[in-house]
T-cell receptor, first 115, second 112 residues
């Protein structure tokens, strides 16, 4: 069965510092991988996705992630944090269950940005 | 463009009362539809998904149910709410044969 592990429920950075949010997945088939962001009391917004092809994918708001099959990882990075990046981030992996396509989400990582 | 609506935005209900949350999608046809519940520190829990009218699959047995009376309408219901039903409920849709999901704004349910 497919699963996702996000290391660290909370990550704190200073404004301007590198952001690194970790995601490891488990999948018996080639995965599709996603990062979503959630601001307080809002729905989830897609940041970026990996399906096939280039392993380094770029998303919105300056975020990017690299698919590393050998490490079963899909870590999210941003070179310089901004105050507006403070939010909760979810990694997700594709799941095919009895012909239905859906996603399994990690438990989320709250990103805190200090001035 | 596609949009997804959920209502109500917030709801406070007593234990034992019924529940009906509604989700509608505009700008697309034959979407896959999903209901998730989000509790603090527990991530997103998939409750139901639907690939068509009247086709509902349940991921977690509980006192909630879902229905899809129209192609772009998805309803989450309960006959009697429990305290443990409190949480943030999210509806999402995806295109057929696509994993990418798009989320609604959510409903905050507090059961008292």
């Amino acid at each position: 069965a497919q699963s996702v592990t996000q290391l660290g429920s909370h990550v704190s950075v200073s404004e301007g510092a590198l952001v690194l949010l970790r995601c490891n997945y488990s999948s018996s088939v080639p995965p599709y991988l996603f990062w979503y962001v959630q601001y307080p009391n809002q729905g989830l917004q897609l940041l970026l996705k990996y399906t096939t092809g280039a392993t380094l994918v770029k998303g919105i708001n300056g975020f990017e992630a690299e698919f590393k099959k050998s490490e079963t990882s899909f870590h999210l990075t941003k070179p310089s944090a901004h105050m507006s990046d403070a939010a909760e981030y979810f990694c997700a992996v594709s799941v095919t269950n009895s012909g239905y396509s859906t996603l399994t989400f990690g438990k989320g990582t709250m990103l805190l940005v200090s001035p | 463009s596609q949009t997804i609506h959920q209502w109500p935005a917030t709801l406070v209900q007593p234990v034992g009362s019924p529940l009906s949350l509604e989700c509608t999608v505009e700008g697309t046809s034959n979407p896959n539809l999903y209901w998730y519940r989000q509790a603090a520190g527990r991530g997103l829990q998939l409750l139901f998904y639907s690939v068509g009218i009247g086709q509902i699959s349940s991921e977690v047995p509980q006192n909630l149910s879902a229905s899809r009376p129209q192609d772009r309408q998805f309803i989450l219901s309960s006959k009697k709410l429990l305290l443990s039903d409190s949480g943030f409920y999210l509806c999402a849709w995806s295109r057929l044969d696509s994993y990418e999901q798009y989320f609604g704004p959510g409903t905050r349910l507090t059961v008292t």
